[in-house]
């Protein structure tokens, strides 16, 4: 556990410190973008699950030092719910199974990088292990908006259960 929370810190850290930077889109934001050269094709169309779109078009604020995000009602609307969501695992632990990882909206393009912001990113908590994968996963479960987190996320799912 204190592995997992440390890889996480570790990523967020990247992240935040990518998004100070000036930049015309800051590194560390955005929905991330798939590599055209990357083995791992994009995400397939799917209707039953949230889509990237409505969660990376969240709106952001700075206070004090920190970029918090600005939820809109379609983004408010999915918040206490169940929820699915698709995307790529990026494990936070080693191991064949997974409880608790990232859901990215594109594939890693290396094991240090971070794919995207924050916006593209849904912290992931399972009630049983998912198997790791590096193709496309669905997850379903109660989804949070993240207000405040100190690790910097903006989604997070609990109670979370793969779906096919």
Not at 2 to 27: D, F, M, N, T, Y
Not at 60 to 89: I, S, Y
Not at 151 to 160: F, H, P
Request: charge should be positive; include cysteine.
């Amino acid at each position: 556990m204190k592995r997992a929370a440390a890889g996480l810190a570790a990523i967020l850290i990247a992240v935040s410190a990518a998004a100070q930077l000036s930049a015309p889109v800051p590194l560390g934001t955005g929905p991330g973008i798939h590599d055209p050269n990357s083995p791992f094709a994009p995400l397939p169309a799917r209707s039953d699950v949230v889509p990237w779109s409505l969660l990376t078009a969240v709106k952001t604020k700075t206070e004090k030092n920190k970029v918090l995000p600005v939820f809109d009602k379609p983004q408010q609307a999915l918040h206490q719910k169940t929820q699915r969501v698709q995307g790529f695992m990026m494990p936070l632990e080693p191991g064949e199974k997974q409880t608790h990882f990232l859901l990215t909206s594109v594939p890693l393009s290396c094991g240090f990088c971070v794919p995207g912001g924050p916006e593209s990113m849904v912290e992931v908590r399972t009630r049983t292990p998912v198997p790791y994968t590096l193709d496309p996963v669905v997850v379903e479960g109660k989804f949070a908006l993240l207000e405040d987190d100190q690790y910097g996320l903006y989604y997070r799912i609990t109670d979370g259960v793969g779906v096919k």
